[in-house]
């Protein structure tokens, strides 16, 4: 695994109109690895992905993504870096196909996945190519909003909540696929409240609180330090 990182974030702030909710963000992620961002709802996590984006405008300090600064770009200039952003609402089209969705997204990159090497990878959505996304079951539909990322040939993955409102048998599965993803070089860095499904999957772990990054723990030393990670998460 490489040491050089491919999305380095140094003092990274955000607003929402006057709301100033993150406070110079720092971390850094290195190729084919996942790590994941916790701490307590309204800790900055998801805001930390849209900021990365783009798609919280009003922002500052840096974003590099394989070394090109990002903070100035536009959304559809930062995914042509090789960006790709699952939302926690997962973004399915309901009146399109299965295969529709998946169609649907340019390529970024070249060198994605082929429909047939994510239906080796989902094997439902190949099941359910025709049906319509008001159809799927959440659990597909998650499977879909990631999958439909991957054909786009990004490599650096920003999920949102992927286990949420999902049955444990499926978070399970979605969790498989993540540490799959990461064997096959793909970097991903996952937002998660279901501490337990980041833990199967995670590298490290990266500890947010009002806007700003407070520890970071590594996968090896999880044990060691449960008790600050379960005051940090309120358990």
């Known amino acids: 695994m490489s040491t050089e990182p491919v999305l380095q974030i140094r003092d990274l702030e955000a607003w929402y109109g006057e709301s100033h909710v993150l406070h ?3 971390f850094d992620v290195r190729a084919g690895e996942v790590v994941a961002l916790i701490g307590r709802n309204g800790a900055g996590k998801t805001t930390t992905l849209r900021a990365i984006t783009g798609i919280v405008k009003k922002r500052a300090g840096s974003v590099k993504i394989d070394g090109t600064e990002a903070i100035k770009l536009r959304s559809d200039k930062i995914a042509k870096l090789g960006l790709g952003y699952v939302p926690e609402e997962r973004g ?8 529709e969705n998946l169609l649907l997204p340019p390529a970024v ?3 994605g996945m082929t429909e047939a090497q994510i239906y080796e990878l989902f094997p439902r959505l190949q099941e359910r190519a025709r049906s319509q996304g008001t159809k799927l079951s959440g659990g597909e539909q998650q499977m879909l ?6 054909r786009t040939g990004a490599r650096l993955l ?3 909540e992927p286990s949420e409102g999902l049955a444990p048998v499926i978070v399970q599965h979605i969790g498989r696929i993540i540490c799959s993803l990461r064997d096959q070089g ?21 500890v947010v609180e009002h806007g700003k990054v407070v520890d970071q723990v590594a996968s090896a030393d999880m044990d060691a330090k ?3 990670l379960a005051a940090y998460l309120g358990v």
């Open 145 to 150: 909003a990631i999958a439909r990322v991957l």
């Open 158 to 160: 920003l999920l949102d």
């Open 226 to 228: 449960s008790g600050e």
């Open 109 to 111: 990159k070249p060198n």
């Open 24 to 26: 110079g963000m720092e």
């Open 186 to 206: 793909f970097t991903i860095v996952l937002v998660e409240q279901n501490f337990r499904f980041a833990a199967t999957c995670a590298d490290r772990f990266v």
């Open 92 to 99: 399915i089209f309901a009146t399109l196909s299965v295969r």
